[in-house]
């Protein structure tokens, strides 16, 4: 894992999580956004709310995904960073697109958009330090 040790040795802050809760975090994540993101797409396909309200939820999905690869893969913080800006933005259009359809997917989002936030502080903070 050449990419990940690559990660390792960038400079973090004192306050990074360690490396072992990513994995738990985002599985709890995924599920929540597996649950709700599928139900805005399932209500898009049904006609039920506007297929505009479901744009920013895949955008997010494709930012979201991207980003380990950019982090990992190409290995590019600067990439990475601009990347995890377009998954918060992104979170919070969904957020509000979905708010006055079905205001419990906007609030299922609430903890995804608490580690996104997080994740975001870290990510420009990494790329800060390793700049």
Known sequence: MEAYSSYQSLIKPDWAPPSWLFGPVWSVLY???????????????????????AVPFVLNLVF?????????????????????????????WAMLAIYPHVKWIAYAQVPYLVWVS????????VTFLNG
């Open 31 to 53: 599920v929540l956004i597996a649950v709700s993101f599928g139900k805005v797409f399932w209500m898009a396909w049904q006609k039920q709310i506007p297929a505009l309200v």
């Open 64 to 92: 979201n995904f991207s980003f380990t690869w950019l982090q990992f893969g190409l290995q590019n913080n600067y990439l990475a960073a601009l990347d995890v800006i377009l998954v918060l933005a992104t979170l919070v």
């Open 118 to 125: 997080f994740a975001t502080v870290l990510q420009l903070t």
